[in-house]
């Protein structure tokens, strides 16, 4: 089973639309939950931490659920450069104590004029 | 803003080669990460890295792999006698701290190695 689980997409919607990706993650131990974007060819960065009680920035909202291991991202009114990749990450804490993030394996986004 | 930068943004070796992959964090950061991408796939944790000394690392960062901070503002990743299979995008990133939300990861942009 794949630590953590996203619908690959793509995802094409209109410019406006709502668009809404989950993800599901196996491990219980997981500690914090990211989303980031990529774009092609380029590194991840950051898009929002996910808290348990959802969190908003601007247009996009995440939520958590963790007694179903599932996490959500909604993006409002979406914009031609919103097209990229979603990244569903989860934060592992290591024996050591040590931060160890796991990528799901993205979800795509093409926005369309 | 300050960022994480990586060098050289494209490096091609040929296999049984030794290569350096370079990269400053964020000045502030204690926490350094190296992750691989490679191409087509999911972003892959190699190895964390604090007070010099490896915290936590993955199945993939072998004896092939080492790490190193050879003074107060590099990160290095070393690969021994690289192999085709190593060919993919390397990925530098850094944080503050560990534990928690507030001590988010902030990724450079990127090695792309390429073992012939």
């Known amino acids: 089973r794949k630590e953590v689980e996203q619908d690959p997409g793509p995802f094409n919607v209109p410019e406006g639309a709502t668009v809404a990706f989950n993800c599901t993650y196996s491990n219980s131990a997981s500690q914090s939950f990211f989303w980031y974007r990529q774009d092609c060819r380029k590194e991840p960065k950051l898009l929002m931490s996910v808290y348990s009680s959802g969190n908003e920035d601007g247009r996009f909202t995440a939520q958590l659920n963790r007694a179903s291991q599932y996490i959500s991202l909604l993006i409002r009114d979406s914009k031609l450069s919103d097209s990229a990749t979603y990244l569903c990450?989860?934060?592992?804490?290591?024996?050591?104590?040590?931060?160890?993030?796991?990528f799901g394996g993205g979800t795509r986004l093409m926005v369309k004029p | 803003e300050p960022e994480v930068t990586q060098t050289p943004s494209h490096q091609v070796t040929q296999m049984g080669q030794e290569v350096i992959l370079r990269c400053v964090p964020i000045s502030n950061h204690l926490y350094f990460y190296w992750y691989r991408q490679i191409l087509g796939q999911k972003v892959e944790f190699l190895v964390s890295?604090?007070?010099?000394?490896?915290?936590?690392k993955s199945e993939i960062f072998d004896d092939q792999f080492s790490v190193e901070r050879p003074d107060g503002s590099n990160f290095t990743l070393k690969i021994r006698s690289t192999k085709l299979e190593d060919s993919a995008m390397y990925f530098c990133a850094s944080s503050e701290g560990v534990g928690g939300y507030a001590y988010e990861q902030y990724f450079g942009p990127g090695t792309r190695l390429t073992v012939t």
């Open positions: 890295f604090y007070n010099n000394e490896i915290s936590e």
């Open positions: 990450v989860v934060n592992i804490i290591g024996s050591n104590a040590g931060n160890m993030l796991t």
